[in-house]
């Protein structure tokens, strides 16, 4: 499967953006779906995870609240909505996919990836 984020962009502390990750091929809805994240000079870090149905969802404690992840498998695409945004979320964001029904938190339960979306967000 081939994946490519978008949404990415410049927002204000408080404002809200919308990430999308679509997916290439027919067997979208069989993967576990995450997005992470990695600001500069950091470690990538998990920031949310989605079953293969979407009926299961986890977030990092540092987002929970705030970002929303959902997945329309008959479009083949997965959402990360990000209200309440903090100048602490400025990150590339990335998504991912993995062989399994339900997601996990750690990069290696992963087995795609796509390229990331910058996320900036002033004070």
């Known amino acids: 499967v081939q994946l490519q984020a978008s949404g990415g962009g410049l927002v204000q502390a408080g404002g809200s953006l919308r990430l999308s990750c679509a997916a290439s091929?027919?067997?979208?809805?069989?993967?576990?779906m995450g997005w992470f994240r990695q600001a500069p000079g950091k470690e990538r870090e998990f920031v949310a995870g989605?079953?293969?149905?979407?009926?299961?969802?986890h977030y990092a404690d540092s987002v929970k609240g705030r970002f929303t992840i959902s997945r329309d498998n008959a479009r083949n695409t997965m959402y990360l909505q990000m209200n309440s945004l903090k100048p602490e979320d400025t990150a590339v964001y990335s998504c991912?996919?993995?062989?399994?029904?339900?997601?996990?938190?750690?990069?290696?339960?992963?087995?795609?990836w796509g390229q990331g979306t910058l996320v900036t967000v002033s004070s």
């Open positions: 989605i079953s293969w149905r979407g009926s299961s969802t």
């Open positions: 091929g027919r067997t979208f809805s069989s993967y576990a």
């Open positions: 991912a996919a993995g062989n399994s029904y339900y997601s996990g938190s750690l990069p290696r339960d992963y087995d795609y």
